[in-house]
């Protein structure tokens, strides 16, 4: 029950309201995972960005199965180091991946161009679905709660190095 898991591991392109950024982004994430990016959309109304509710600004995919090995293969693109400031308080991580051509196994595409990404990294115990499921949901207890620090140690244990 104290093993941490990836929980999921979700992957981020903004493209703001550039349509072509968009249509590249899609194509990169197919690349990258198995799974069928989909479009973000926003909700709220900014004036000086010039959104508004219903524009497409991004697109993401979220991988849950065979997330390690994505996982492991994008921190390579980071030279398997982190900064302490890429963790939260709840054990989740996050970084960027500036050049897609950095990723083991991708190559650069002309009609592409270089672009990057964001990975953000959910990491749980077992019995953190109590606190999702549908029915009688209720908070998990400090003890099955990842912290920063384990969440450290289990990013070293995949072999990357965290510093300033």
Aim: charge should be positive.
């Amino acid at each position: 029950m104290r093993e941490i898991k990836i929980a999921k591991l979700t992957l981020n392109i903004g493209s703001g309201k550039d349509e072509n950024m968009l249509k590249k982004g899609l194509i990169l994430l197919k690349k990258l995972s198995p799974l069928a990016p989909v479009k973000t959309i926003s909700k709220k109304r900014i004036p000086a960005w010039g959104l508004r509710p219903g524009l497409t600004i991004g697109c993401k995919v979220t991988v849950r199965k065979d997330a390690k090995e994505l996982l492991k293969r994008l921190l390579v693109a980071k030279s398997n180091l982190l900064s302490p400031k890429c963790f939260d308080k709840n054990g989740n991580f996050s970084f960027g991946v500036p050049e897609y051509i950095d990723i083991e196994g991708l190559e650069y595409d002309p009609d592409l161009k270089i672009m990057g990404l964001e990975v953000a990294v959910t990491l749980e115990r077992a019995g953190a679905r109590v606190k999702h499921r549908r029915t009688k949901p209720r908070d998990i207890g400090r003890n099955q709660q990842v912290t920063t620090a384990e969440a450290i140690e289990f990013v070293q244990g995949l072999g990357v190095e965290v510093k300033e």
